[in-house]
């Protein structure tokens, strides 16, 4: 498996406040993604990045930020959590480019109440 | 953008053959074709990826259409814990992946 954790693996939070999420990689890999999953919507691209400090937006890229300073770090920040906002988090990474096979971790579960 | 059309479920029973279908009649002459699935309560994981001609992995087979208008994933012998969200998709253009909605595969003891 490849190695990529994210943390926390579950989060409740009140509308309104901050929440960032992180994705961390042991595998040097050059592209990393955060991806969103709803009931009915399958996998929607949130914002990746194609190296330290670059960074694209992704299909559903309003109310989200995102910071890469590192190889291994990619992190996902909601400045006001919405409940909009409540869904399945995935981190993904990859070798090359954005359509190269692609390596997901384990999700995040938010819930914004 | 390369539209796809896969059902929405399928059935098997464990130990036979599954085809799962998908239409991508849209899909450009250099777009490979990728097969993701995604276990309950999982990432989506890779499964397999071809451009023209029928490839192999030890995970699944995928027959791509002479037109490469559509294209099928074969699990040889289903097992329950092939189980899962099968996702088609195409490079759309080298642009970011997409995932559609998928099928939904049930496997019966």
């Known amino acids: 498996d490849a190695g990529i954790t994210q943390s926390p693996r579950h989060k409740v939070t009140e509308t309104g406040t901050p929440v960032t999420l992180r994705c961390h990689q042991t595998?040097?890999?050059?592209?990393m993604y955060w991806y969103r999953q709803d009931p009915g919507h399958g996998l929607r691209l949130i914002h990746y990045s194609y190296g330290v400090k670059d960074t694209d937006k992704g299909e559903v890229s309003d109310g989200y930020s995102v910071s890469r300073s590192k190889t291994e770090d990619f992190l996902l920040t909601l400045e006001s959590a919405t409940s909009s906002q409540t869904s399945v988090y995935f981190c993904?990474?990859?070798?090359?480019?954005?359509?190269?096979?692609?390596?997901f971790g384990p999700g995040t579960r938010l819930t914004v109440l | 953008d390369a539209k796809t059309t896969q059902p929405n479920s399928m059935e098997s029973n464990e130990e036979e053959p599954v085809h799962l279908p998908c239409n991508h009649s849209t899909i450009s002459g250099t777009d490979y074709i990728h097969w993701y699935r995604q276990l309950p309560s999982q990432g989506p994981e890779y499964v397999i990826h071809?451009?023209?001609s029928n490839v192999n992995n030890r995970m699944a087979s995928l027959a791509i259409a002479e037109d490469r208008k559509s294209s099928t994933l074969i699990l040889h012998r289903a097992t329950l814990r092939d189980a899962a969200v099968y996702y088609c998709?195409?490079?759309?253009?080298?642009?970011?992946?997409?995932f559609g909605p998928g099928t939904r595969l049930s496997v019966l003891p």
């Open positions: 998709i195409p490079d759309n253009y080298g642009q970011n992946f997409v």
């Open positions: 071809g451009l023209t």
């Open positions: 993904a990474i990859s070798v090359k480019a954005t359509t190269d096979t692609q390596y």
């Open positions: 595998e040097n890999h050059r592209y």
